[in-house]
Structures are given as structure tokens and as C-alpha cells.
């Protein structure tokens, strides 16, 4: 037994061949896995490895987290613990929504909002700006008060909240270091409900934008891009007073029974809807802990404009719905609100996110992703990192002006280079 923890051989064991991600459309490279248990293991694994990624829960669509050495952090103690005189609480680097919400909940807080899902681990959720929904609510990034990582000497740092270049350090798109602990900023525990509303037209969605989507904490609009939109769902907070049930939101009409995002889909993975109020953690994502979430066998892309550009953005996707639709198991337009984070799509800017789940014919979807960024690009769409998309860094660099700091930071904490991989290289950094 070594001081540190476990034997040592525990720490590094022969990846399958066949290890994928959650979708199973990319194939780890990596040959190797560590799973250490405690910081000093994870330290010491840093600083050894000529090339390595952490890999969170392997939601990502793409090489993001690839590397040829892989590490996971769920064996390190989650040591979730709650400062309440701060509002925050801090975790472990592999802890994921769903177990930190269980605390939280047990302990009467909540977090502002969560993904579709709460199966992701907080660290890579925040590493790419992964978003919830809302007019005022910023992406999950933005609850980050403080992040301790290990950088790829084996040094420990820390920064928080207002530190000189923290703005850069929190969507780290991985390439910074090992996120050992985060911090994040909570609030009293409160109740959401969730009503469909279904069969909203295109014009009554164009015409007002801004009061559907402000109609409540966290709004979704699913389509497929047929003559009118699918469903509209909308996440209320619980307030003292009563709830002013409306029969039909801009002539959508309010659902009778429980929906799944996809029309036809039973909706027993999905968080309960039809206005029963519930806590937070299983109402703001759309699936629920303990179920497989979404459809599974699919692929994910999404492109974040600014939200000025929402008509004209969605205008331009519903022109291409003929070769999308073949393609398309559903789409899903959401709104986040501006950061100051430099790698985040939200940089700078209130945003919509154009969200496509697609079928599993990877080839095809790049063939209309090309049109679809082509159809795009008058409005500066920056993709999610998480997700599959075309553009290479240059046309990357285009879009974020914080880049050329994001890059010095690069180099400064990880000047041999440990944590850059093939996808980084050709989709951030190689401009
Ligand atoms: C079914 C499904 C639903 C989704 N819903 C949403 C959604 O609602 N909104 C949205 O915006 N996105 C969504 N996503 C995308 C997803 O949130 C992102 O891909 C996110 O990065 C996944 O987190 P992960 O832990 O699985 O990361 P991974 O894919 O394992 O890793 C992603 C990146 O984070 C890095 N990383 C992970 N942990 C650490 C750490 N401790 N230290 C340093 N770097 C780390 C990895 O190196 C990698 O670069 C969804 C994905 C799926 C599969």
C-alpha cells in the first residue's frame, strides 16, 4: 500500500480497444487509463505523462478529451462540501450533476440551472461551457467561484472568482490542466414546473421571440423543422403566488399528458411535466437520474449566435430543413445569457443555441453540416466544443477574440505541452 493510497498498479490499467464515448460515435485512441485516488496520485500521473487528457463522464461528441494516456478522476473522493456563509459548494474533479444535486438537495440548496441531462460530470460540463436554458441564466460555467487544477508540471493551482486570468482558466476546453476541485456558487433550494405546449407556428415564434422565450425560467422550443414548431417546454420557478395556468401559449396549446422532446418517444425518462411543481434538480434538466437519457445511438451539433440574430439564425437552418430533416432526430432552441468567460460561445453576447440531435450516419450529418455552417456563418456561430462540428481553427480564431490569451495561457501553464491533442490542435490552436 502506498502513503498516497491504493497500490500503484491501480492507477494505470490497459484501456479497452473498444472504450467509446456515451454516444459511441468516437473511439478512444488512448491506450492507457488511470484512475487514481488521491491527489498526489493524480499529481504524480500529471507530471509523467508525455500526453493526457482527463476524461469527465464521455458525453462529448468528439476527440476533445482524447489523448494517448487517459485519466479519470471518479475514484478520487467526492468530498462535496457546502460553505454556506459563501454560497458555494466544492467538489471533487469527477463528480457529476446528479450526485451533487442529491447534496445539495439534502441540505436545502440548489444551483441555478442544470443541462438536459444530470448525468455529466461537472468538471466537463464546465471545460466546455455546457449549457442549460433561460434569458438570465448564464451557462454552467458561470456558477464557477473557484477552480483548483493540476497543471502538467504536477503544480497545484488555484484561482477564484476575480483572480487575473480566472476568466480564462474556467472553460478550459481541458487544455489547461487536471480539475482536481471546483467551486460553485449555490443558492436556497426552490421548486420548478414544467408545462408543454404544443403546435407553435414559426410566425407566432418569430413574432414573439422575446415573450416565449421569457415566458418562463428556462424555455425550450423543440422542432423538426416541419410547418410549425413541435413543442414549446417551459420551466417556471414556484412562487408564493398562485399559478396562472394558460390554456395555450401565442396559440400553442398546453399538453394533457406527459411529452418526450422527440414526438412519439414514451416520456418515461423524462422529468415530470403537466405543472407538477418538483424540486429543481428534477425539473431544469429534460431527463431524469437513474434513466438512459435521450434516445442514445445519436450525434449531437450546435452553434451559438447572438440572440439579435434569432430570427434570422433559425430563418436560415429552417431554409435547409429539407436535407436536415432525413438526418434529424430533433432540434432543441434555447437561450443563454452573455459571460466574461473568453472560451465560451456566451462570450460577450445573449445567445440562442440551435441545438441538432441527429441520427448516427456520421458521414451524412458532415455533408449537411457543411451547409449548415455555410448558412451560419453570416451570424458569427460559434460551435459547442462538446459536440461534433466542421470548423477548423482558423475559422475558430474569427470568432473569439480572447483566443490569442487563451493561447498564452496554454502555454504558460503547459509549456511541454501535455495536454494538447490532435482535436485542439486543429480546432483552437493550429490558426
Ligand atoms: C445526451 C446528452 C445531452 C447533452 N445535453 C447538453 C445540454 O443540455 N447542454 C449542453 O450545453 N451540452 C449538452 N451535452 C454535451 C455535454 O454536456 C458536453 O459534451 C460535456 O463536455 C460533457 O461532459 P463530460 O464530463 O461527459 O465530458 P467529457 O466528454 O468526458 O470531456 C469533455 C472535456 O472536458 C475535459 N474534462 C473533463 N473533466 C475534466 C477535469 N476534471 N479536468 C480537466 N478537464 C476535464 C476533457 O478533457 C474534455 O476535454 C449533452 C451531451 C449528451 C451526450
Given at each position: 500500500?502506498?502513503?498516497?493510497?491504493?497500490?500503484?498498479?491501480?492507477?494505470?490499467?490497459?484501456?479497452?480497444a473498444?472504450e467509446?464515448n456515451?454516444?459511441?460515435n468516437?473511439?478512444?485512441?488512448a491506450?492507457?487509463?488511470?484512475?487514481?485516488?488521491?491527489?498526489?496520485q493524480?499529481?504524480e500521473?500529471?507530471?509523467?505523462?508525455?500526453?493526457?487528457?482527463?476524461?469527465?463522464?464521455?458525453?462529448?461528441?468528439?476527440?476533445?478529451?482524447?489523448s494517448?494516456?487517459?485519466l479519470?478522476?471518479?475514484?478520487l473522493?467526492?468530498d462535496v462540501?457546502?460553505?454556506r456563509?459563501a454560497?458555494?459548494?466544492?467538489?471533487?474533479?469527477g463528480v457529476?450533476y446528479?450526485?451533487?444535486?442529491e447534496?445539495?438537495e439534502?441540505?436545502g440548496?440548489?444551483?441555478?440551472?442544470?443541462a438536459?441531462?444530470?448525468?455529466?460530470?461537472v468538471a466537463g460540463?464546465?471545460?466546455?461551457?455546457?449549457?442549460?436554458?433561460g434569458?438570465?441564466?448564464?451557462?454552467?460555467?458561470?456558477a464557477?467561484?473557484?477552480l483548483q487544477?493540476?497543471t502538467?508540471?504536477?503544480?497545484?493551482v488555484?484561482?477564484?472568482?476575480?483572480?487575473?486570468?480566472?476568466d480564462g482558466?474556467?472553460?478550459?476546453l481541458?487544455?489547461?490542466g487536471?480539475?482536481?476541485?471546483?467551486?460553485?456558487?449555490?443558492?436556497?433550494a426552490y421548486?420548478?414546473?414544467?408545462?408543454?405546449?404544443?403546435?407553435l407556428?414559426?410566425?407566432?415564434l418569430f413574432?414573439?421571440?422575446d415573450?416565449?422565450?421569457s415566458?418562463?425560467?428556462?424555455?425550450?422550443?423543440?422542432?423538426r423543422?416541419?410547418?410549425a414548431?413541435?413543442?414549446?417546454?417551459v420551466?417556471?420557478?414556484v412562487?408564493d403566488?398562485?399559478?396562472?395556468?394558460?390554456?395555450?401559449?401565442f396559440g400553442?396549446?398546453?399538453?394533457?399528458?406527459?411529452r418526450h422532446?422527440?414526438l412519439?418517444i414514451?416520456?418515461?425518462?423524462?422529468t415530470?411535466?403537466l405543472?407538477?411543481?418538483?424540486?429543481?434538480?428534477?425539473?431544469l434538466?429534460?431527463?431524469r437520474?437513474?434513466?438512459?437519457p435521450?434516445?442514445?445511438d445519436?450525434i449531437q451539433?450546435e452553434?451559438?449566435?447572438?440572440?439579435?440574430?434569432?430570427?434570422?439564425?433559425?430563418?436560415?437552418?429552417?431554409a435547409?430543413a429539407g436535407?436536415?430533416?432525413?438526418?434529424?432526430q430533433?432540434?432543441?432552441?434555447?437561450t443563454?445569457?452573455?459571460d466574461?468567460?473568453w472560451m465560451?460561445?456566451?462570450?460577450?453576447?445573449?445567445?440562442?443555441g440551435?441545438?441538432?440531435t441527429?441520427?448516427?450516419?456520421?458521414?451524412?450529418v458532415?455533408?449537411?453540416?457543411?451547409?449548415?455552417?455555410?448558412?451560419l456563418?453570416?451570424?458569427?456561430?460559434?460551435?459547442?466544443w462538446?459536440?461534433v462540428?466542421?470548423?477548423?481553427?482558423?475559422?475558430?480564431?474569427?470568432?473569439?477574440?480572447?483566443?490569442?490569451?487563451f493561447?498564452?495561457m496554454?502555454?504558460?501553464?503547459?509549456?511541454r505541452?501535455a495536454?494538447r491533442?490532435?482535436?485542439?490542435?486543429?480546432?483552437v490552436?493550429g490558426?
Amino acid at each position: 500500500m502506498s502513503p498516497n493510497g491504493p497500490p500503484a498498479e491501480t492507477a494505470g490499467a490497459r484501456l479497452d480497444a473498444r472504450e467509446h464515448n456515451w454516444a459511441g460515435n468516437y473511439t478512444y485512441r488512448a491506450e492507457r487509463l488511470h484512475r487514481p485516488s488521491t491527489l498526489e496520485q493524480v499529481r504524480e500521473i500529471v507530471a509523467n505523462a508525455p500526453r493526457i487528457r482527463v476524461v469527465g463522464s464521455r458525453h462529448s461528441f468528439n476527440g476533445i478529451g482524447d489523448s494517448s494516456e487517459l485519466l479519470t478522476l471518479d475514484a478520487l473522493p467526492a468530498d462535496v462540501s457546502v460553505d454556506r456563509e459563501a454560497r458555494t459548494v466544492s467538489l471533487a474533479g469527477g463528480v457529476r450533476y446528479g450526485e451533487l444535486a442529491e447534496v445539495l438537495e439534502a441540505e436545502g440548496l440548489a444551483l441555478a440551472n442544470l443541462a438536459s441531462l444530470p448525468h455529466i460530470s461537472v468538471a466537463g460540463a464546465v471545460a466546455t461551457a455546457t449549457h442549460g436554458s433561460g434569458d438570465a441564466n448564464g451557462n454552467l460555467a458561470t456558477a464557477v467561484a473557484a477552480l483548483q487544477l493540476v497543471t502538467s508540471s504536477g503544480e497545484i493551482v488555484t484561482a477564484r472568482r476575480g483572480d487575473a486570468d480566472f476568466d480564462g482558466l474556467v472553460v478550459g476546453l481541458g487544455a489547461l490542466g487536471a480539475v482536481t476541485r471546483i467551486t460553485l456558487d449555490v443558492e436556497p433550494a426552490y421548486q420548478v414546473r414544467q408545462r408543454v405546449f404544443e403546435g407553435l407556428t414559426w410566425d407566432a415564434l418569430f413574432e414573439h421571440f422575446d415573450a416565449i422565450t421569457s415566458s418562463g425560467y428556462s424555455v425550450s422550443v423543440f422542432t423538426r423543422w416541419g410547418k410549425a414548431t413541435d413543442q414549446v417546454w417551459v420551466k417556471s420557478r414556484v412562487t408564493d403566488a398562485p399559478e396562472q395556468v394558460r390554456a395555450d401559449l401565442f396559440g400553442a396549446r398546453a399538453a394533457t399528458s406527459e411529452r418526450h422532446p422527440i414526438l412519439g418517444i414514451d416520456p418515461i425518462n423524462c422529468t415530470q411535466q403537466l405543472g407538477v411543481p418538483g424540486p429543481w434538480s428534477d425539473r431544469l434538466s429534460h431527463f431524469r437520474m437513474g434513466f438512459t437519457p435521450s434516445a442514445g445511438d445519436e450525434i449531437q451539433s450546435e452553434y451559438i449566435v447572438a440572440r439579435r440574430h434569432a430570427v434570422a439564425a433559425i430563418e436560415a437552418v429552417r431554409a435547409l430543413a429539407g436535407a436536415v430533416r432525413p438526418l434529424l432526430q430533433v432540434c432543441e432552441i434555447r437561450t443563454t445569457a452573455a459571460d466574461r468567460l473568453w472560451m465560451s460561445p456566451q462570450y460577450g453576447q445573449d445567445t440562442i443555441g440551435i441545438h441538432f440531435t441527429w441520427k448516427r450516419a456520421e458521414n451524412a450529418v458532415k455533408r449537411v453540416l457543411a451547409d449548415v455552417e455555410i448558412a451560419l456563418a453570416p451570424f458569427a456561430a460559434r460551435p459547442h466544443w462538446g459536440k461534433v462540428f466542421l470548423a477548423d481553427a482558423a475559422a475558430i480564431a474569427r470568432l473569439y477574440e480572447r483566443l490569442p490569451d487563451f493561447s498564452r495561457m496554454v502555454e504558460r501553464l503547459d509549456p511541454r505541452g501535455a495536454f494538447r491533442n490532435e482535436w485542439l490542435e486543429s480546432r483552437v490552436l493550429g490558426a
